[in-house]
C-alpha cells in the first residue's frame, strides 16, 4: 500500500496568538470608528457597490467593516455584539463603547 501525503487544515490557534489578532483587530475597528466621535466627529465614507455615503454614525460604520479572513470576522462579530447591546440598553454610545472596551483590552494585556 503506497504512503499518501495529506495536508492537515487546522482550525485552533493557540492563546498567544488569538491574543494578538484580537488586539489587531479591535484596534482596527477602534481606529475606524475614533473619528465619529461626539459632536465634532468627522464624516466617514462608506463604499457598498457602486455606491457611496457618508456617515458620522460609529454603529453604521461598524456595520460596513469586513474582513477577508474568517477568524478576523468572527472576532468582529463579538465587537459588533458590544454595539448591539449598547445600542439596546442605552440607545446610544456604540462608537464609545467599542474605543472604551479597546482601551480596557489594552490596559489588561499590559498587566500580563
Keep these: 500500500m503506497e504512503k499518501k501525503d495529506f495536508r492537515v487544515n487546522w482550525n485552533v490557534i493557540e492563546g498567544d496568538e488569538f491574543e494578538a489578532r484580537l488586539s489587531k483587530i479591535f484596534r482596527c475597528v477602534a481606529d475606524a470608528i475614533t473619528c465619529t466621535l ?20 460609529g454603529l453604521q460604520v461598524i456595520k460596513s467593516i469586513q474582513f477577508d479572513n474568517t477568524m478576523a470576522n468572527n472576532i468582529l462579530k463579538i465587537i459588533k455584539t458590544i454595539c448591539y447591546n449598547m445600542m439596546l440598553k442605552v440607545g446610544d454610545g456604540t462608537s464609545s463603547s467599542i474605543v472604551g472596551a479597546d482601551k480596557l483590552y489594552q490596559m489588561i494585556s499590559e498587566d500580563k
Aim: aromatic fraction near 4%; glycine fraction near 16%; hydrophobic fraction near 15%.
Design 38 to 57: 461626539g459632536p465634532y466627529g468627522r464624516d466617514t465614507l462608506i463604499e457598498e457597490g457602486t455606491e457611496m455615503h457618508s456617515t458620522k454614525d
